[in-house]
């Protein structure tokens, strides 16, 4: 093989473990403002902030809330307000729930709406 094709091998291995120390230091970094997020409101409120359990920060990252910046500040005042990591996740579940047969039901209204459509311009 030519030296170049060894090179490109070379980066082609670098560039896997360099994607997932970014994305694992982004997670870091969303926990950190998350942290931050829940001790500025704590001390705003005059309460004791709370831990951010590592089954949190799981339980955050799975459903891919970790990922907004914006939604930080939302979920930090609900911890605070519900006060425990665990409902918390169980209401967000709950939530995602509702959307989903939300959502399907929206398409199915959709659907259903299509198909009534030409009936009705045909009564015209």
């Known amino acids: ?3 170049a094709h060894w090179q490109t091998r070379e980066e082609k291995r670098n560039v896997a473990p360099n994607a997932q120390n970014s994305s694992t230091e982004h997670q870091k970094t969303m926990v950190s403002l998350l942290r931050h997020q829940v001790l500025l409101l704590a001390m705003k409120n005059g309460r004791a902030p709370l831990p951010i359990s590592p089954a949190l920060w ?3 990252q799975r459903q891919g809330l970790l990922n907004d910046v914006y939604d930080l500040g939302s979920l ?3 911890l605070l307000f519900l006060g425990d990591g ?3 996740l169980a209401e967000l579940r709950v939530r995602a729930a509702a959307k ?3 959502e399907e039901k929206t398409s199915n209204e959709m659907e259903n709406a299509k198909e009534s459509r ?3 311009e045909e009564e015209r």
Do not use: V
């Open 1 to 3: 093989m030519t030296e």
């Open 58 to 60: 799981k339980g955050l």
């Open 76 to 78: 930090a005042r609900r």
């Open 86 to 88: 665990r409902i918390l």
């Open 100 to 102: 989903a047969t939300a």
């Open 118 to 120: 030409p009936q009705f």
